[in-house]
């Protein structure tokens, strides 16, 4: 029997942190994309969240400035079976090569830094999807936004996994619960 997409996904090659598959489902249920969608994943790391993407829409960038990183991306997508990815060996705040973006996620430390860029890569309407680890990180991206950009919405995924069967229900006594923000804004 094959093996699916999320038992493969578990045996990837990992390099720097991931996006978890928790926050990629945030990120899918909270942007307008569909099977139609060209998007951009920077700071892509080891390919996680470029991975999720790549299953639901037409094409996927994905950018990081490090090329040993964006190798073991390129070998775990050939493992995923996944063929409709675009590597590039860029750095986002030096510019964006592709336009009319309909996403853009952003995974780096400093991402207000790009938002120039990203205005001038996404279409009309396009959404950003940026991951932060820390709230100080948020306030100051919104802070930058400026009035290209229109806030949707900020949110904290903290999910809680539970025991379950026939003598209780609890939750899980350990578990992965915050693991960052993620910002949700869209082009004016």
């Known amino acids: 029997m094959e093996e699916r997409f999320l038992e ?7 390099g720097p942190a991931i996006i978890l598959q928790k926050d990629a489902g945030v990120i899918l249920a ?4 569909d099977k139609n969608s060209v998007v951009l994943d920077a700071g892509s790391g080891c390919g996680v969240l470029t991975a999720n993407l790549a299953r639901f829409v ?8 490090r090329k040993e990183f964006l190798e073991i991306a390129k070998e775990n997508a050939k493992m995923l079976g996944l063929k409709n990815i675009v590597f590039r060996n860029k750095d986002i705040f030096e510019n964006i090569k592709d336009k009319n973006l309909d996403l853009i996620t952003l995974d780096l430390k400093d991402s207000w830094r790009a938002l120039e860029n990203c205005k001038k890569a996404l279409k009309e309407n396009g959404e950003l999807a940026v991951y932060f680890p820390n709230i100080t990180q948020v306030h100051e991206f919104v802070n930058k936004l400026g009035e290209d950009f229109k806030l949707l919405k900020v949110i904290e995924d903290i999910q809680r996994e539970w025991i379950v069967d026939e003598r209780r229900a609890r ?3 350990i578990g992965i619960l ?3 923000f993620l910002v949700f804004v869209k082009k004016n």
Request: proline share 4%; glycine share 4%.
């Open 8 to 14: 493969k996904l578990k045996k990837i090659k990992r």
């Open 30 to 33: 909270n942007t307008s994309i």
């Open 58 to 65: 037409k094409k996927v960038y994905s950018y990081d400035n």
């Open 171 to 173: 939750p899980e006594n």
């Open 178 to 180: 915050h693991t960052g």
